[in-house]
């Protein structure tokens, strides 16, 4: 999927799926977990590959609750602008904006991270992750 | 989880979750997929569990692509409102008014089904889960 998620964004690597923070990080930790090989439905896998994929989306759902100790953790498996796998892991803190809303809805400004933010946050999840 | 999803909506039986249509038809087939057991996050589960959870998931969503004839199926669990594992599994159809959106952002007034249209749409969904 090329240019998105960005390269310098990359998490970690998780089997069958590479997990990389989102580039608008309005919502703390909003993670993308892209399957490596192509498929756009989960209907489309081997029953061992959706298992093998639910175990990398929890795992990394994990680590982000652990990471930004998030009141609940949103999952979520779209395709409707690239019809290629992939999860947005979103953490819903205490300070969300609007907690009992879909992220979705919540118009903002997007949130960059500057490169020491973006390497620290980076790190922070890869401990969680490994931990 | 009670009184939600209505119990006059529900579909099928997967195992360890139960199938509803949501009351709101205006995305037609959008369907909940209700974890029978408690439990808020998919960390919580057993790995076991998880797999058969997915098996169900994907199930259901090609019985509904099927049905709907969807260009694209969407898959959330949330959780905001209703701290308990459901899924979202929401077909996307060629006539979409949103077709590049998550559902959740395009307002409407709810679309609830007369009972002849909720039991033939049920009756059609049964069938393309048991093919």
Known sequence: VGQWPRADHRIADLGLAVAYLSEDQFFPGWTILVLKRHATE?????????????????SVARGLAD???AVKMN???????????H?????????????????????HAP??????ELEARLGRIRECLRA
Do not use: K, T
Request: negative net charge; proline residues 12%.
């Open 75 to 85: 999952y979520e498996l779209l395709g409707n602008q690239i019809p290629h796998i």
């Open 87 to 107: 999860w947005h892991i979103v953490p819903r803190l205490g300070s969300d904006p609007a907690p009992r809303a879909p992220a979705w809805v919540v118009q």
């Open 111 to 116: 949130r960059p991270l500057a490169a020491a």
């Open 67 to 69: 990471a930004f100790e």
């Open 42 to 58: 989960l209907f489309q896998l081997e029953p061992d590959e959706r298992a093998r994929l639910i175990e990398a989306v929890a």
